[in-house]
């Protein structure tokens, strides 16, 4: 009797029963707790995720992931055939949404899953701290980063959270110039977006161009992290907090001789903002809201809106810019006669990419039965580039 088909199984949930299991080392404990859950996320999905149904039909409702995921599930090995076969079905899905109802788009499934483990690490965190060992073993490893302690302020009591501030202060006047760090939080894909603002400013002349708004938003994010990492800091400014990823962005621009100048500004921004918050506090637990809007953040999208305004008149004439599906929708929302001029080129350029994914994942597995690799074709980056121009800084896959 053959046996009964085992359930799938999901990404599993890091143990953790208290707020001493995350205080094992020095640095942040919730960043440690949140990049291991992640990794297991990836790993889990590069294994049998891929695989699963209700993980592909949960891709093709969001279009793929972010462009910061995109990239890491591209770094792993094995990537070219795995998500050659993912592809073909979310270009497939971006299809039907281009010919379609103009939808607002589901969160990126890995952002989900890393938001929640952030949460758990850092309820857990907060709640612990009530305990005075846990507080002195807190203070003993530095407390939390910018970025979670600016998550923190949105949603703990004022008590926990001014004693992580003055402990976060505590950290950053001990810490050295060659381990600050850590203070600004873990972002395994801040070296991939160093490489790609390195590629932008060295390509010249005439470059394939995967979505205009996008790269004019990646210019516009360059220029505001190298004024960021000049020598003029300015006045603390609890407008000027940054998101954790630009955060990390502008410190890696710094290098190690402004870095720590840079760090300290940004802890004195919020905690110019944590003073500023009301009194009234949000519970742990409940959903967590941004802490504001990043300058940077700003920057970049304010010139993407500004590229993708202009070419919307050029679009009404069927002679738009290049622009990726995410952007192809925003502009259908936003004016739907421009975005039915531009569809028939961009339903095209979809059916196109359906068509190379098939041919590519069809080598690939005659390849495989064979015992040989295949040529990598590209086509699984082309379509990241398609769905997401974001992911190459705006430009075409190999174009960097």
Known sequence: MPAATPLPRGPSVLTLYSAMDLLTSPGCPVCRYAAEASDRYLRWFALEGHAQP????????????????????????GASVRLTAV???????ARDRLTGRAERLPACPACDH??????????????????????????????????????????????????????????????????YGWVVGTDPDAEARAALRSALRSTGGWTPV????CLAGAHAERNALERLAGPAIDAPDPSLVLCAGHLADAATAAGHDSGPVLVAWQADCLTARIAARPTRWLPAGRQRRTVGDCAVCQARDAAARRTLADGTAAAQAGTGPALCVRHH?????????????????VVNAADGLISDLADAFDRAAAARSRGAAARDSGAWRRAAAFLDGAVFGGLQAGAQ
């Open 210 to 213: 995967a979505c205009a708004p």
């Open 87 to 93: 592809y073909r079905y979310v270009v497939m899905a």
């Open 114 to 179: 890393d938001t929640a483990a952030t949460g758990r690490a850092l309820d857990t965190l907060i709640e612990g701290l009530s305990d005075q060992a846990t507080r002195y073993r807190c203070r003993q490893l530095g407390g939390v980063c910018l970025p979670h302690l600016a998550t923190a302020a949105t949603t703990a009591r004022r008590e926990p959270v001014a004693w992580l501030t003055e402990t976060m202060r505590d950290a950053i006047g001990k810490v050295g110039t060659p381990r």
């Open 54 to 77: 209700d993980t592909i039909t949960r891709l093709c409702g969001s279009l793929g992931t972010c462009a910061s995921h995109t990239r890491r599930l591209m770094s792993q090995p």
């Open 329 to 345: 929708l925003s502009l259908r929302a936003a004016n739907p006669r421009a975005g039915d001029a531009l569809a028939r080129a």
